[in-house]
Every structure is written in structure tokens, then in C-alpha cells.
């Protein structure tokens, strides 16, 4: 994350929006970073080149430029030391959102509730294109202890590590770094023959979740971390579960799994389809290899 940057939230009139507000500005104000507002007016109200639309968006750009204002206004009343600013933007809300968060160290969106479905939430789109790392928020969420963060053996999973690591630090909470994966004993129940790999696979991934964690201590000497292996559940609904009342919940942008074509991972989708707290989806920064 680019501490140089601001943290940018995006408002609708809808309660997450307004939980999201809260909880960027909190951050802002920790991190005594600015604060950008934004809203985007969507372009599907802009359809066409009609004349008779014209009144239309000249009306939907006042709304959406007031909503900031206001927002804006009740901010620096309760915050009158933090920099703030308001950004109309225009067009597709998950592209546009996407584009404007290589201005920002974070962007902060409003859960929008629903079920899992399609790619087509705003949140989904942003954080499947976002250059920076993407918050969700929803209501009656910013209150909560501990922070989780999901693993998979990854290089996308390790960073998301140290994110929440050092967050966790930062906020005096404890860390519980979660591995899930479904483990073969599921398939032996189904009538396969049952042998020593099942076993085998276990203790296999229990080394991939002790090395995910071993420098933790070491970096962060003070930090209380918990190490959970869940071989039951799918990896989206045992995050959901780990993370119900927890400060925040942290998912790297994409794991290990084949359909690299996919920009949002398959378990970060789920997750944020049904997010338990505050969700952040750190984004996928390309490593260095040495040859």
C-alpha cells in the first residue's frame, strides 16, 4: 500500500455507503492520510446520445455533486483537521472505480448485500480491476476484534499475509492466518478406498500453513497469531465463519487456482459476496523472480 497516496470511498445514498464513509475516514485519520470522496455517475443513465436525455444528466450530475458536498461537509465537521476533497466521476461504476484507484493507497466501498451470483456488484468489479487494495464495508460493521486473513500457499496469499500483519500490529490485534482446502477424507467417505493419503495430504498442507506464518514472529515480536487448518469447509464459507465479529478480513486478490484468466479469485468472490466485517482484497502486484 502507498502510504503517499489517499484512501478514496465510493458513496451511494445507501446505508453501507454511509458505514463505509465512517470507516475510511477512521482510517484516514489513523493513518493521517487525505480523504477522497467520490461517486460515480453511472453511465447507463447516460445511455445514448438523445436529446431529450440531456436534462436528465444535467439534473443526475447536481444530485450526485450535492451528495458529495454534503458527505464532504458532515466529515469536516466531525473531522476538521483531515484533508478532504470530492470527486464526481462518470461511466461504468466498476471501471471507473478500478481507473481512479491507482490515485489511491486504498478504496473503500459499501457492501451492497447481495447473494452469491454473477460479477456484476460494483464492489466485485472494482476489486477484480483495482490497482490498489479494496475495502468493503457494510453496516454494523465497524465494530469487531481480530483480524483473519485467508491463505493458500500462494505468492498473492503471502502478501496478503503481511498486510494483515502488519495491520494487526499496528491495531494491537491478534492474528489468525486460516488454510482451507478440502481434504481427501471426503472423497474416501464417498467410497473410495482409504489409505495413508489422505494423511499424507494434511500434514502437507499443514507445512504450507506453518512456513506462511514462520516469519511472522520474528517481524512482529508482539503479535498473537493463531494458526487454523480447515479441512471441511470450502475456504470462502470458513473465512465468513472465522471472521464474524472480527475487526477486518483480508483475501488476497487471486489464489493458486487454474483459471488465471479470472481477475478475482473464486474464494475472494465468495467471500465478498456475503462479507462477515470489514473485507480487504489486496491487490495482485506481479513478483521478481531471480533466475
Known amino acids: 500500500m502507498d502510504a503517499s497516496k489517499p484512501i478514496a470511498v465510493a458513496i451511494t445514498d445507501s446505508s453501507p455507503s454511509q458505514a463505509a464513509l465512517q470507516w475510511a475516514t477512521a482510517r484516514a485519520r489513523r493513518l493521517k492520510l487525505p480523504l477522497v470522496i467520490l461517486h460515480v455517475l453511472d453511465d447507463r443513465w447516460m445511455a445514448g446520445e438523445a436529446l431529450e436525455a440531456l436534462p436528465y444528466?444535467?439534473?443526475?450530475?447536481?444530485?450526485?455533486?450535492?451528495m458529495l458536498e454534503e458527505a464532504a461537509e458532515r466529515v469536516r465537521g466531525a473531522e476538521p483537521d483531515l484533508q478532504i476533497s470530492v470527486q464526481l466521476l462518470e461511466g461504468s461504476v466498476g471501471a471507473s472505480?478500478?481507473?481512479?484507484?491507482?490515485?489511491?493507497?486504498?478504496?473503500?466501498?459499501?457492501?451492497s448485500g447481495h447473494n452469491r451470483g454473477a460479477l456484476t456488484d460494483r464492489a466485485l468489479?472494482?476489486?477484480?480491476?483495482?490497482e490498489s487494495p479494496v475495502a468493503v464495508v457494510g453496516p454494523a460493521q465497524v465494530d469487531g476484534h481480530g483480524i483473519v486473513v485467508g491463505v493458500d500457499g500462494s505468492e498473492e496469499s503471502t502478501q496478503a499475509v503481511a498486510f494483515a500483519a502488519s495491520e494487526a500490529d499496528a491495531l494491537s490485534e491478534e492474528l489468525t492466518v486460516?488454510?482451507?482446502?478440502?481434504?481427501?477424507?471426503?472423497?474416501?467417505?464417498?467410497?473410495?478406498?482409504?489409505?495413508?493419503?489422505?494423511?499424507?495430504?494434511v500434514e502437507e498442507e499443514q507445512v504450507v500453513l506453518s512456513?506462511?506464518?514462520?516469519?511472522?514472529?520474528?517481524?512482529?515480536?508482539g503479535l498473537v497469531v493463531h494458526a487454523v487448518l480447515e479441512t471441511v469447509?470450502?475456504?470462502?464459507?470458513a473465512l465468513v465463519r472465522a471472521a464474524a465479529g472480527a475487526r477486518m478480513l483480508v483475501v488476497g486478490?487471486?489464489?493458486?487456482?487454474?483459471f488465471s484468466r479470472l481477475l478475482l479469485g473464486s474464494t475472494a468472490h465468495g467471500v465478498l459476496t456475503q462479507p462477515?466485517?470489514?473485507?480487504?482484497?489486496t491487490r495482485l502486484k506481479k513478483l521478481r523472480h531471480e533466475k
Open 125 to 130: 468489479q472494482a476489486a477484480a480491476t483495482a
Open 57 to 66: 444528466i444535467d439534473v443526475l450530475r447536481k444530485s450526485g455533486q450535492d
Open 276 to 281: 462477515p466485517c470489514p473485507t480487504v482484497i
Open 178 to 201: 486460516l488454510y482451507a482446502f478440502t481434504s481427501p477424507n471426503r472423497w474416501i467417505r464417498a467410497g473410495l478406498p482409504s489409505s495413508r493419503f489422505a494423511e499424507h495430504v
Open 233 to 237: 469447509m470450502e475456504p470462502a464459507d
Open 211 to 221: 512456513e506462511t506464518v514462520a516469519g511472522l514472529r520474528q517481524d512482529y515480536p
Open 97 to 111: 472505480l478500478g481507473e481512479y484507484s491507482r490515485n489511491a493507497s486504498m478504496l473503500v466501498l459499501g457492501s
Open 253 to 258: 486478490s487471486r489464489g493458486r487456482g487454474r
